[in-house]
């Protein structure tokens, strides 16, 4: 736990009073958006079975998503149009700055996972692998990672031919052979390997 806290633990004391964590999910995949959310932990918040999304089973996600909404937070989504227009590092700062200005508080430090600033005047920690050492960003992972992958659920109903509820849009190959016999659709990100050879075929 206290490992857990550490980089909040050193904010506080260097007299930061709000500390927001932020992640992404969705830089990788084919198809999709990537969302970007930011969290506040609040005292006496019940921290337990809190980790890195990764680590999460999907049900274990799914119950500490509502524990963490009542959290300060801020999500932001960018869709497959300006992935393609501005790629998919620009896509998902712009998605972190979004969840940031979306915060029912502002913070007075965010601690981001990786190594990549955004553009904002607010302090910034970037931490690698942080969503396994900050509990603020464990937190932002989790939410997230839902909030994608039920996006990617409702577009298995839309566009059920491409099973994303089976692999919400990453390039498997099961999903890579679906592209090559169907061809992309309109969420597929048409600049990403894996999908741009696939069209005007």
């Not at 990788?28 to 079975?49: C, F, R, S, Y």
């Not at 939410?143 to 059920?160: C, F, G």
């Amino acid at each position: 736990m206290e490992k857990m806290l550490s980089y909040e633990i050193k904010a506080h004391e260097k007299g930061y009073k709000i500390v927001a964590g932020l992640d992404e999910a969705g830089r990788g995949p084919l198809a999709g958006p990537v969302v970007a959310a930011a969290v506040v932990l609040t005292k006496n918040m019940d921290l337990e079975g809190l980790d890195d999304s990764k680590k999460l089973s999907p049900i274990r996600r799914e119950r500490i998503f509502p524990i963490i909404k009542k959290m300060p937070y801020g999500v932001a989504i960018i869709g497959q149009e300006i992935i393609d227009e501005i790629n998919i590092l620009q896509a998902t700062k712009l998605a972190m700055k979004q969840a940031i200005d979306k915060l029912m508080i502002s913070p007075d430090i965010l601690l981001i996972d990786g190594n990549q600033q955004i553009d904002t005047q607010i302090k910034q920690w970037t931490i690698i692998k942080g969503d396994a050492k900050s509990f603020s960003i464990a937190a932002a992972s989790i939410l997230a990672k839902v909030t994608r992958d039920r996006i990617m659920e409702e577009y298995h109903h839309k566009y059920p031919q491409y099973e994303f509820s089976r692999h919400k849009g990453y390039g498997t190959q099961r999903h890579r052979d679906l592209i090559a016999t169907h061809g992309p659709c309109p969420i597929h990100r048409k600049t990403f390997r894996g999908v741009s050879e696939y069209i005007n075929r």
